[in-house]
C-alpha cells in the first residue's frame, strides 16, 4: 500500500499561504497542519502547541542538537522556525495526512529528504505581498522591508518546486489549492477520513 503524501505548502511571506491552507481544509477532508517551532515571541491570541511551539533560544537549540527537528530554517531578525519529528508523528497516529506550511529552505529540505512529500509554492505579485504585509500590521517597517526584499529573491525560486499556485484570486486560488491536493490523494490511493 502506498504511504500517505505529506504535503508542502510554501513561498514568501504575505504570499497568503496560511489563509489558502484554511480553505484547503474545508475543502478536502482528512488534512490536518503540523504545528510548527519558533523562537519568535507569542503574539496576543495565540495559543502554544495550537499557533506554533513557542521555543526559548536554548531549548530550539537543545532540540537542534538532539535532531527533534525535520527541518528548521533561521528567518527575519535572527528568529528560528521548524517541524519537530514528535509533530509528524502525531499526526501519522491520529490517521491524518500532513500537511506543512513552510519557508522555501524548510521546504527543500522536505522535499529532499522525505520521500512521498508533495511539495507546493503560493506566489503573489510583490505589490500585493507587500500591501498584505502592510495591512497584517504584525512587523515593523523595517521587518517589512526585509520580508519585501526576501519576496523578491524567494519568487525567483518557484521553478524548484513541484507545482506552483498563483494567489491572485483567493477562491480561485484555494479551488486550485485543493484540486493538486485530491489528485495527489487519489494518486496515491489515499482515503482521508472524514
Known amino acids: 500500500m502506498p504511504s500517505r503524501p505529506v504535503f508542502v505548502v510554501t513561498g514568501p511571506s504575505g504570499a497568503g499561504k496560511g489563509t489558502l491552507i484554511r480553505g484547503l481544509l474545508e475543502r478536502v477532508p482528512g488534512l490536518e497542519v503540523a504545528v510548527s517551532a ?19 533560544d536554548g531549548e530550539f537549540t537543545r532540540r537542534v542538537e538532539a535532531d527533534a527537528f525535520l527541518e528548521w530554517v533561521p528567518y527575519v531578525s535572527g528568529r528560528r522556525y521548524g517541524t519537530l519529528h514528535s509533530e509528524i508523528e502525531r499526526l501519522a497516529q491520529e490517521d491524518s495526512v500532513c500537511v506543512l506550511e513552510l519557508e522555501l529552505d524548510g521546504a527543500l529540505t522536505v522535499q529532499r529528504d522525505v520521500a512521498g512529500s508533495v511539495t507546493i509554492f503560493i506566489a503573489a505579485d510583490v505589490d500585493e505581498l507587500e500591501r498584505r504585509l502592510r495591512e497584517r500590521a504584525t512587523e515593523s517597517t523595517g521587518e517589512i522591508e526585509e520580508r519585501i526584499e526576501l519576496a523578491r529573491t524567494q519568487l525567483e525560486q518557484a521553478h524548484r518546486f513541484r507545482y506552483m499556485v498563483r494567489n491572485d484570486d483567493l477562491d480561485r486560488a484555494t479551488s486550485a489549492l485543493a484540486a493538486l491536493v485530491s489528485c495527489e490523494l487519489a494518486a496515491t490511493g489515499t482515503m482521508p477520513r472524514s
Do not use: C, K, V
Not at 495550537?50 to 526559548?56: A, G, I, K, M
Open 38 to 56: 519558533t523562537t519568535r515571541p507569542q503574539r496576543p491570541g495565540e495559543i502554544d502547541g495550537r499557533d506554533y511551539w513557542f521555543l526559548s
